[in-house]
């Protein structure tokens, strides 16, 4: 039961207006045309009132993600920049490594609840992702892993029901 602060926090939040997101797929071989992920992450920010300012692929190289997100920050209005693909511990798998070293605050919350959620899906095997989430120059970045049914279970168990007042706390 969220207490009397979160929900006027809450209350507060959801009067903000639309908030604009930017989402990237993290892939050495998807493409628009089957870039599941991605087109969850936009129809359920869609579906919740908020616009994508920003979709784009991006090969699980570290530079390459690391430019794109500084790119996202300095052209866009996007608020929340939402990555899927390249948490897991392959050597290719290089989003954690970019995104980790950028947050000035790291919310280790969303990656642990994240694991606890999808150790009811996919058992021992969740201990596998590396999702991660926190602030990076007044933006909040979500990293989360590439399967669709990961990215289900990041938008809609974590990311959309706190969108507004995870936006919210990070301007106030």
Same mark, same amino acid.
């Given at each position: 039961?969220?207490?009397?602060?979160? /929900?006027?926090?809450?209350?507060?939040?959801?009067?903000?207006?639309?908030?604009? =997101?930017?989402?990237?797929? =993290?892939?050495?071989?998807?493409?628009r045309a089957n870039d599941s992920g991605g087109d969850l992450i936009e129809n359920r920010i869609?579906?919740? *009132?908020?616009?994508?300012? @920003?979709?784009?692929?991006?090969?699980? /190289?570290?530079?390459?993600?690391?430019?794109?997100?500084?790119?996202?920050?300095?052209?866009?209005?996007?608020?929340?920049?939402?990555?899927?693909?390249?948490?897991?511990?392959?050597p290719r798998d290089t989003t954690y490594d970019v995104i980790a070293q950028r947050l000035e605050?790291?919310?280790? *919350?969303? *990656? /642990?609840?994240?694991?606890?959620?999808?150790?009811?899906?996919? *058992?021992?095997?969740?201990?596998?992702?590396?999702?991660?989430?926190?602030?990076?120059?007044?933006?909040?970045? @979500?990293?989360?892993?590439?399967?669709?049914?990961?990215?289900?279970?990041?938008?809609?168990?974590?990311? $959309?029901?706190? $969108?507004?007042?995870?936006?919210? /706390?990070?301007v106030r």
């Open positions: 039961m969220p207490s009397a602060s979160t /929900e006027q926090h809450r209350e507060i939040a959801a009067r903000q207006g639309q908030i604009r =997101v930017a989402i990237v797929t =993290v892939s050495d071989t998807r493409t869609v579906a919740a *009132g908020h616009a994508v300012a @920003f979709r784009e692929i991006v090969r699980d /190289e570290p530079d390459q993600i690391g430019s794109l997100l500084d790119r996202i920050i300095d052209t866009t209005d996007a608020r929340l920049i939402l990555f899927t693909g390249g948490t897991g511990i392959a605050k790291p919310m280790p *919350g969303f *990656g /642990e609840l994240f694991r606890a959620l999808s150790y009811v899906e996919v *058992g021992a095997a969740a201990m596998l992702s590396r999702a991660t989430a926190g602030v990076y120059r007044k933006r909040l970045i @979500f990293s989360m892993p590439g399967s669709p049914n990961a990215v289900q279970v990041a938008m809609d168990k974590l990311i $959309i029901p706190e $969108i507004d007042h995870l936006a919210w /706390e990070v």
